[in-house]
């Protein structure tokens, strides 16, 4: 196994710090206490930070230093409008196009994110349910498609983490996986319109609930 360099080590720690809600959105990632915490030089960090920026993790104001990204209300907005337009392609170009296999895959996808919910972890059930809503792109062998799917689909997940929206006491996520599994039985079905509605409310529902998320988030301690 090849020895992980110290930007890799750098950038490991930082991202996992904030896919854990470690580091609040937020904060500023200073330099100096991560090179003293590491034991290195600024160079790699910097390039660590470059890359998580690249991400959408981190934000780097000039003459300000980085912090950790702090989306807008407006900001979530715009990704949710974004994404809905996105999944009306993805249904217009792919639906006709799904097979038995991408179904069994949609039922696999299905099942990890029913084992994630039940151990509590949002990393492994937000990236089973992109991969979810990806089948349909996929089926349409649109490139650009799938390139701007995955895009907002990163984008969106990094703001559920944030905001954990499995930080709560309601039946939401429960839910989610009901409309997921309503979202096979209409594709099994061939019932491409019901399933575009559904998709639609769906993400409206997200939404709100990461709205709400943000507005009750309580800032953390920063890990640095």
Known sequence: MR?????????HLIKNAILNRQIAPGNQLFENAIAEK??????????AIMKLESEGLVNVIPNKGAFIVQPTIEEMVQAFEMRKSLEEMAIQKGFTHLAANEITQLKQLLNEM???????????????NNEFHL????????????????KILSQITIYMVLYDVFNGKSNNEELDILEHEQMIHYIENGEQEKLKTLILQHLDKSLIK??????NYQSLTTLF
């Open 3 to 11: 020895k992980e360099t110290v930007e890799q080590r750098v950038y």
């Open 38 to 47: 590491v034991n290195a030089s600024r160079t790699p960090i910097r390039s």
């Open 114 to 128: 029913k084992m994630a919910y039940k151990k509590r972890e949002i990393v492994p059930y937000q990236e089973n």
């Open 135 to 150: 089948v349909l792109a996929n089926a349409s062998a649109n490139r650009y498609l799938i390139e701007f799917m995955k």
């Open 210 to 215: 990461l709205q709400q998320d943000k507005l």
